[in-house]
């Protein structure tokens, strides 16, 4: 087995444990690994990777293991060559081909005579084709850096592979050729995502929930399939113990009732003096001994059945929900809440971040079958757009290839950053927030409910934690320092700030909302927003999660800077 974990325990420094006793194996195929944010999925497979020690236990890993983590830390400087990591092999062949003898060249190439072939040939794979060996990293888009990392792991061609969310920052063209990429991968390879559509083409789900690692056979689909079986016959036990601890509680009052008219029965008859005293005194001691014992027999009983319970409720997953049907938010259906004129400029700030000198690179586009379809539907280039409005509860998805200036624009739109010139005429008619890729608009020091308070003044303690427990944060939760929240718990605080605020936003700007989401956190945001009566605009590359969230409108900017209605995807 090329990946086996044995009683895997690991803590970090401070005490908190954040794996315990994990055992479980890995086999040749592709595994999906689950979980919510903080449950310990980056720290599992660095643990694989060699990268941290078990504080107890073992991970044995059969064969070579290649490892790209979330957070790629590139030297800006080194060129694209050493990324690869084909560097040293490389100027070796050339250092041969000048003439040179020296063995450790000849031990520096080793069988890799064919290296930069087989290089420019992955490189290719992957939609890279127009970046050179030689270009500095710093050239490359983030979603370009993650693939050329991606490519160095696949050219080693090790026994076990490890992506940790490796579809972050990639728009659709370029998941479309890193699905393609996994799905021919012949060895073991474990990967964590939210990515339904990558998860839809894993082999078996690995859910690491509750300090437990389970496996389940199939994709994500499958898995959800078993998972809601699952539930629903932990509802049922649920359902049933809490009958059981009713039922025997019931029994227990029953029971004490009958033995309190007995007891009255008996003190009558003693009272009478129809039987002797030395009798009723037997009788009465009598009596007491075999309430004491139905007693104790009934609480433990009453006792097997909590356990039951908790056992019964230790299965069933909490799958809270957030409720933001708050009325303030409320946008009438035709109300103008956003106008946007001149949007076809030439210089508007997205044309220029789309032109800017990235070697004339142009990585695919988003969606060719999008590309080619006008707004009614119909086949041609779609005129573009000129002037945005947005009216009423309209939904609105920004799309578009990286490096397209998406972000730029949302910044523009939220009153962040100035357009250039001075005829760009940007109309807010209603209260905005704004959602950045980064979860930053926290306080860390301060609490959940005084970050709340910071931007709702006039709410009342009262107030802001009834607004919370909208969102999940019910007593002491409400309390917690917010550089002390999990990514999660982060996402939720950070929504409620937007939404609490005073007055609350009548329009949502979104920057790749879910791109540090767990799937439980995607799910509570898409189930918030289709919820939610105010316009919104979101810039992201799921498509499942727009569609979730009832976009209504689809545009798209490409890297030449034309905004343009999109259709559907």
């Not at 910071?454 to 002491?476: I, M, Q």
Request: with cysteine; proline share 5%; aromatic share 4%.
């Amino acid at each position: 087995m090329p990946v086996v974990l044995s009683d895997l325990s690991f803590s970090l420094p401070n005490g908190r444990v954040v794996l315990s006793k994990l055992t479980a194996s890995f086999n040749a195929g592709r595994t999906g690994l689950i979980g919510a944010n903080g449950s310990g999925k980056s720290t599992l497979l660095r643990l694989i990777a060699g990268e941290l020690r078990p504080t107890s236990g073992s991970v044995t890993a059969t064969g070579e293991v290649g490892y790209l983590p979330q957070d790629l830390t590139l030297g800006t400087g080194t060129t694209v060559a050493a990324l690869l990591g084909i560097a040293t092999a490389r100027d070796a062949i050339r250092a041969i081909e000048a003439g040179s003898v020296d063995p450790a060249a000849f031990d520096a190439v080793g069988d890799d005579w064919d290296i930069e072939d087989r290089a420019r040939e992955q490189l290719a794979r992957l939609g890279l084709s127009q970046v050179g060996l030689d270009d500095p990293v710093g050239r490359l888009s983030g979603g370009e850096a993650v693939l050329t990392a991606l490519s160095a792991r696949l050219l080693r061609r090790p026994a076990v592979l490890l992506l940790d969310e490796p579809t972050n920052n990639l728009d659709l063209a370029a998941r479309r050729r890193l699905y393609a990429a996994i799905e021919a991968w012949p060895g073991v390879l474990v990967v964590v995502s939210h990515d339904r559509a990558l998860l839809s083409l894993v082999d078996q789900v690995a859910d690491l929930s509750g300090g437990a690692l389970r496996m389940y056979g199939g994709n994500l689909e499958a898995y959800e399939a078993m998972l809601a079986t699952e539930q629903a016959a932990a509802q049922r036990a649920v359902t049933a113990a809490e009958a059981d601890v009713r039922r025997e509680k019931r029994d227990l009052l029953e029971t004490q009732v009958k033995q309190a008219r007995r007891d009255r029965m008996g003190r009558a008859l003693a009272a009478s003096g129809s039987i002797p005293r030395i009798v009723a005194g037997g009788r009465k001691r009598a009596a007491e001994v075999s309430a004491g014992k139905g007693r104790e027999v009934a609480l433990a009983r009453i006792a097997d059945a909590r356990d039951r319970l908790a056992e019964a409720e230790d299965a069933l997953r909490d799958d809270a929900v957030i409720r933001i049907s708050l009325p303030g938010t409320t946008v009438p259906a035709g109300r103008t809440v956003l106008t946007v004129h001149r949007l076809d400029a030439p210089w508007a700030p997205w044309h220029a971040a789309a032109t800017r000198d990235d070697g004339g690179r142009d990585d695919g586009g988003w969606d060719e079958g999008i590309r080619g379809a006008a707004a009614d539907g119909s086949a041609g280039d779609p005129a573009r757009l000129a002037e945005l409005i947005v009216r009423g509860p309209e939904r609105v998805a920004l799309i578009g290839p990286n490096a397209a200036g998406k972000t730029t624009l949302l910044r523009v739109l939220a009153g962040l950053d100035s357009p250039a010139g001075d005829t760009l005429a940007v109309r807010r008619n209603a209260a905005l927030g704004y959602l950045p890729q980064r979860l930053d608009i926290l306080d860390d020091a301060l609490t959940v409910v005084e970050n709340v308070r910071a931007v709702a003044p006039r709410a009342s303690v009262n107030e802001v934690r009834a607004g919370l427990a909208r969102f999940l944060f019910r007593g002491p939760r409400a309390d917690q320092m917010a550089g002390s929240l999990s990514g999660g718990e982060r996402f939720r605080a950070v929504l409620a700030a937007l939404l609490l605020a005073d007055p609350p936003p009548q329009l949502l700007l979104l920057d790749e909302p879910t791109n540090s989401l767990d799937m439980a956190s995607a799910r509570q945001l898409a189930q918030a927003l289709s919820c939610y009566r105010g316009a919104l605009v979101v810039v992201s590359h799921d498509v499942p999660f727009l569609r979730s969230a009832g976009i209504t409108r689809w545009l798209r900017l490409d890297r030449d800077g034309r905004l343009a209605d999109a259709g559907s995807p």
